[in-house]
């Protein structure tokens, strides 16, 4: 079972604990031997769902968007980013080289594309920009892959 992961970034300590929370419940319900995350690892739900994945058991398959990618992403955020890739079993790349809106949305169709399921760590509310939690949503809808929305209740992005 290759599961898939989008969600919002910069979540408060508050509600990373929740949600983490609520993505171990999740892992919990695999067969961690059929279990295959597929993340794009941002810092955030990418990266805790992959982490839980593996603490599982399961495996990591991982989309990176764009050559400057990891670049892109908070300094402090680089040591996971690394220690994840690493583990990964598969690495997929959208061939593209700017970390832009439009790649992240491309390693986020491809993302789709692999999986069986999408999580998505999301409030319901639309995409803060172009390639958001709101629009990975809405194309996994328009393809046909069930979505299981994670959003702790009453939390605030």
Same mark, same amino acid.
């Given at each position: 079972m290759k599961v898939g992961i989008t969600g919002h970034r910069g979540l408060s300590t508050d509600v990373e604990a929740q949600v983490r929370a609520?993505? +171990? *419940?999740?892992v919990e319900g695999y067969? %961690?031997? !059929?279990?295959? +995350?597929?993340?794009?690892? *941002?810092?955030? %739900?990418? +990266?805790?769902?992959? !982490?839980?994945?593996? +603490?599982?058991?399961?495996?990591? !398959?991982? /989309? /990176?968007p764009a050559a400057e990618y990891r670049a892109g992403l908070p300094g402090w955020h680089h040591p996971v980013y690394d220690r994840l890739l690493a583990h990964a079993a598969e690495v997929h790349h959208t061939g593209l080289t700017e970390s832009t809106s439009e790649a992240h949305? *491309?390693?986020s169709e491809?993302?789709?594309g692999l999986v069986d399921e999408l999580i998505a760590v999301w409030d319901g509310k639309p995409a803060r920009g172009y390639g958001g939690t709101a629009d990975v949503v809405a194309y996994a809808e328009r393809t046909g892959v069930p979505?299981?929305?994670?959003?702790? !209740?009453g939390a605030a992005r």
């Open positions: 609520l993505l +171990a *419940a999740r067969d %961690p031997a !059929e279990l295959v +995350a597929v993340s794009c690892i *941002a810092d955030g %739900p990418d +990266a805790w769902f992959a !982490e839980a994945v593996l +603490a599982r058991g399961g495996r990591l !398959e991982v /989309v /990176v949305q *491309a390693g491809i993302l789709v979505v299981r929305v994670l959003w702790p !209740e």
